[in-house]
């Protein structure tokens, strides 16, 4: 089986190039037959990652870009979205559905992104987010 | 440059219940949410006892973001002793609700009837 050749996209930290960046790869996702039910988590995910690198990672900072590499298969989309950012612990981050977290207005994305994505992962260092879906109905 | 209209909310009445409709498909970017929040909170200050219903009818998409905004506003009700319920979001909503456990927060009904049968003096 061929290696795959992944898509890059530089972006600055600006919500608008994020949106562009994300219909392009929900484009590919539709092009490549993925259901709706597929598109919307991917959605939801990219927007809850890019959030993440804008606000978090890069601090909002218009000059700190964050580089998009992806793929998009019959059978996968694969996605990594690295920020200019210093990291953070994913481990570290409550859990917002406690009792004592749950009227908490933030930290539900990474949250949202495990239960929708078939892979949510993150280098060592916490600036770098990997999200794979895999294509619910590949035969269809 | 085409310019997009800006997101909105529709405000109406029914009885003692303020019903406010969602008009934007997508709650997902800052912007967005921002100006919605702004709308919003604008309602609740015009009537701190407020009995609220928010419509999700329109509403395809919504971010973690958004889910922080509805809860802000609905600490801000409940400060002022008012009473806020959702109804109408679609299968897809609701389970973000439910993964994020926030329909234990939230009174959420099917429709606008159900939620203004609950709606108590």
Redesign the interface.
């Given at each position: 089986m061929p290696a795959q050749t992944y898509h890059e996209i530089e972006i600055s930290s600006i919500?608008a190039q994020a949106?562009k960046a994300e219909d392009g790869i929900i484009a590919a996702a539709r092009t490549h037959g993925y259901g709706e039910?597929d598109i919307?988590a991917l959605?939801?995910s990219l927007?809850?990652a890019l959030?993440n690198a804008i606000?978090h990672g890069n601090k909002q900072d218009p000059d700190k870009s964050i580089t998009i590499r992806y793929y998009v298969n019959r059978d996968r989309i694969d996605i990594y979205i690295a920020d200019e950012g210093t990291g953070f612990n994913p481990i570290k981050v409550p859990d917002?559905?406690t009792a004592e977290n749950?009227?908490?207005?933030?930290?539900?994305?990474i949250?949202?992104m495990r239960?929708y994505m078939n892979l949510v992962e993150y280098n060592d260092t916490g600036n770098v987010i990997h999200i794979v879906k895999l294509n619910d109905e590949p035969d269809k | 440059m085409t310019m997009e209209p800006g997101p909105k909310i529709e405000v109406s009445h029914e009885g003692a219940v303020t019903v406010v409709e969602l008009l934007d498909e997508e709650i997902?970017?800052?912007?967005t949410i921002n100006t919605i929040a702004d709308s919003l909170f604008a309602v609740v200050a015009d009537d701190p006892k407020i009995k609220l219903l928010l419509s999700f009818e329109r509403v395809r998409?919504l971010?973690?973001?958004a889910?922080?905004?509805l809860?802000?506003l609905n600490?801000r009700v409940e400060e002022n002793n008012g009473i806020l319920k959702i109804c109408h979001l679609r299968k897809?909503l609701l389970a973000?609700f439910k993964?994020?456990?926030?329909n234990?927060?939230f009174d959420i009904y099917d429709d606008k009837a159900a939620a203004l049968s609950n709606f108590t003096d």
């Open positions: 919500c949106k039910e919307f959605q939801l927007e809850e959030s606000r917002p559905t749950l009227e908490s207005p933030h930290g539900r994305g949250l949202l239960a | 997902l970017e800052e912007g998409h971010s973690s973001s889910l922080g905004t809860i802000r600490k897809s973000i993964i994020t456990k926030l234990r927060l």
